[in-house]
C-alpha cells in the first residue's frame, strides 16, 4: 500500500527524480508548476540549491487532486 493515492485513471504515473521548488520540506505534496522532472538522481542533486528552495526528490505522478489539480507526492527528500 502506498503512502499517497494512486490514481487509477491517469495514463501516465510514475516515480521520477525531480527538483520540488519549496520553502518548507515539510509537505507530502506538490502542485505540477513546483516540480521539475529530471532524468536521472545525479541531475536532481545537481540541481539542489536549498538557498533559493530547490530541493532534490523522489516524487510520484502526477495525479488529479480533489480540486481536480495535478499533483505530485513526495515519495522521498534526496538531500
Known sequence: M???P???D?????TVFALVSSKRKNRKRFSEG???EMQDEQSALAGHDPD???HAAVVYGPSFSSESQRVYHLVRWLC
Not at 10 to 14: D, I, L
Open 2 to 4: 502506498t503512502p499517497f
Open 6 to 8: 494512486v490514481d487509477p
Open 10 to 14: 491517469a495514463s501516465v504515473q510514475a
Open 34 to 36: 513546483c516540480v521539475r
Open 52 to 54: 533559493r528552495g530547490i
